[in-house]
C-alpha cells in the first residue's frame, strides 16, 4: 500500500535538515532521504559565521537580516534538544597587506561597519605580526553543524519521516493530482542535495559554480582560543581541537584530502601563526555549492511546479541558510513571494 507524505526532501545536509524541520513545525508530514550523508559538505563544514569577508573586508550583504534568523532558528533548535549549536567566537583577522589596509581605513570611516569592526592587538594572539595592524570582527560564531545533522537525523529516524537511500531520480512519476516515487505518494519533492544537484536531471541546468575545499583537525593547547583568520583561518573548537581551513579550488572536484592541500594549509598557518607543539587528526575535502552569481537557487522548478529546489549557499550555508528555508517553506505554504533573481534559472 502507497504511503502519503505532504513532501519529500532529497538530501539531509544542513540545508534540508531546516527545510524538514520548517515543515514539521508547521504541521506536515515528511520523508528525508540521504544517503549515508555521501559527499555531504555540511559534514565537513567549520560552520563559521562571519559578518566581514574578503580582501575588500566587505560586510555581507544583507547580514543584519540573515544573523537574525539564523540565531533565532538555531536557539530555537538549542531548546529543542536542550543542548548548544551556535557558539559565539571572538575573531581577530591580520591584515596582510596596503591593500586591505586602504579598505580597513575606509571601513573604520563607515559607520555600518562600526558594529563590526574594532582595532586590536597582535599580543593577544597567536599571531606573527604583519606590518600593519590587526581587528577584531564581532558578530562571529561557528555552528557545530556535525551535531545538529545528528540530532535532525535521529529526530527524523524515530519520527519515521527518514529513509537512507540514494534518491533514484527516473523513478519519480508526475500524476494528475500528486507525485510518486516507488510505494510514497506525496504533493512535492523538494530537492536539497548540494553540489549533487549536478547530477539531478531535472535541476542539472542550475549554474552551480562548484568549488572545492580542504579541512585539518588538529588537537593542540594554547589560551588565546580565538579564531585567528589570515584570509585562511584557524579555529577553536572543543577539547583543544582546532581545524584550519579552507583553501580553494575549481580543478579537480572530488571530495578526496590531498598532500597538496594539507602542505599549503599548514605552510601558511606557520608563516602567520606562532603555533605551539600540535598532532593532526583529521583531514577532509569537500565541494561548496556555490553558484555562477553568488546568489542562492530557491523555489519551484518552471516546467514541474511540484519539484521544489533549496541549494546554491557556497561558503555562508549556516549564515543564510535559515533565512531561505524558511522563505521556501512561507513560499510553498502560504504563498510568499520569491525574489525573482533566485527563480530565475530554475
Ligand atoms: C572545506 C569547506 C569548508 C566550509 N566551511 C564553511 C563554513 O565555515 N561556513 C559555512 O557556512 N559554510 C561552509 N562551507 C560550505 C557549506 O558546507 C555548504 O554550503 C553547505 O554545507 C551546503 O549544504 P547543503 O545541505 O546544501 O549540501 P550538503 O551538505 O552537500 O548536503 C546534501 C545532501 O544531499 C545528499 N544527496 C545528494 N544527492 C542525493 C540523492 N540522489 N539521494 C539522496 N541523498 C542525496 C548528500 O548525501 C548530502 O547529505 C564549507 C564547505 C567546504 C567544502
Redesign the pocket.
Known amino acids: 500500500m502507497a504511503q502519503t507524505y505532504d513532501f519529500i526532501i532529497?538530501?539531509?545536509?544542513?540545508?534540508?535538515s531546516l527545510v524538514a524541520m520548517d515543515l514539521i513545525k508547521r504541521g506536515k508530514s515528511v520523508m528525508v532521504?540521504?544517503?549515508?550523508?555521501?559527499?555531504?559538505?555540511?559534514?565537513?563544514?567549520?560552520?563559521?559565521?562571519n559578518p566581514i569577508s574578503g580582501p575588500r573586508l566587505h560586510l555581507v550583504s544583507q547580514f543584519e537580516s540573515y544573523i537574525y534568523k539564523a540565531k533565532k532558528k538555531y536557539h530555537e533548535l538549542e531548546s529543542f534538544w536542550n543542548t548548544s549549536l551556535l557558539i559565539p567566537v571572538t575573531q581577530h583577522r591580520k591584515i596582510l597587506s596596503e591593500f586591505e589596509k586602504e579598505y580597513l581605513d575606509k571601513r573604520l570611516l563607515d559607520s555600518k561597519y562600526h558594529p563590526y569592526i574594532i582595532k586590536s592587538e597582535y599580543k593577544k594572539t597567536l599571531f606573527v605580526p604583519s606590518p600593519y595592524e590587526s581587528i577584531e570582527i564581532r558578530e562571529s560564531y561557528?555552528l557545530e553543524?556535525k551535531k545538529l545533522l545528528g540530532l535532525c537525523k535521529k529526530y527524523f529516524i524515530e519520527r519515521g519521516s527518514y529513509q537512507n537511500?540514494?534518491?533514484d531520480?527516473q523513478t519519480l512519476q508526475h500524476k494528475t493530482d500528486c507525485i510518486t516515487y516507488k510505494n510514497i505518494q506525496t504533493q512535492s519533492v523538494i530537492f536539497?542535495?548540494?553540489?549533487?544537484v549536478r547530477?539531478?536531471p531535472f535541476f542539472s541546468h542550475l549554474p552551480l559554480n562548484p568549488s572545492?575545499?580542504?579541512?585539518i583537525s588538529v588537537s593542540m593547547k594554547s589560551e588565546k582560543k580565538f579564531l585567528h583568520n589570515w584570509g585562511h583561518w584557524m579555529l577553536p573548537v572543543k577539547n583543544n581541537v582546532w581545524m584550519l581551513?579552507?583553501n580553494f579550488t575549481r580543478e579537480k572536484l572530488d571530495t578526496q584530502p590531498t598532500q597538496e592541500a594539507l602542505n599549503f594549509l599548514l605552510g601558511s598557518a606557520k608563516e602567520n601563526l606562532t603555533l605551539p607543539p600540535f598532532d593532526m587528526i583529521a583531514h577532509e575535502?569537500?565541494?561548496?555549492?556555490s553558484t555562477k552569481g553568488h546568489l542562492p537557487l530557491i523555489g519551484p522548478h518552471s516546467k514541474y511546479p511540484k519539484l521544489y529546489c533549496c541549494?546554491g549557499?557556497?561558503?555562508?550555508?549556516?549564515?543564510k541558510?535559515p533565512y531561505y528555508s524558511e522563505l521556501l517553506v512561507d513560499h510553498i505554504l502560504d504563498g510568499r513571494t520569491i525574489p525573482k533573481e533566485f527563480q530565475k534559472c530554475l
Not at 212 to 215: F, P, R, V
Request: glycine share 16%.
Open positions: 532529497v538530501g539531509q545536509g544542513l540545508v534540508g532521504m540521504d544517503h549515508n550523508h555521501d559527499q555531504s559538505s555540511s559534514a565537513i563544514a567549520a560552520g563559521l559565521i561557528y553543524v537511500e540514494k534518491f531520480h536539497c542535495e548540494g553540489h549533487q547530477f539531478n572545492k575545499g580542504e579541512i581551513g579552507a575535502a569537500g565541494i561548496r555549492p541549494n549557499f557556497g561558503s555562508k550555508a549556516c549564515l541558510a
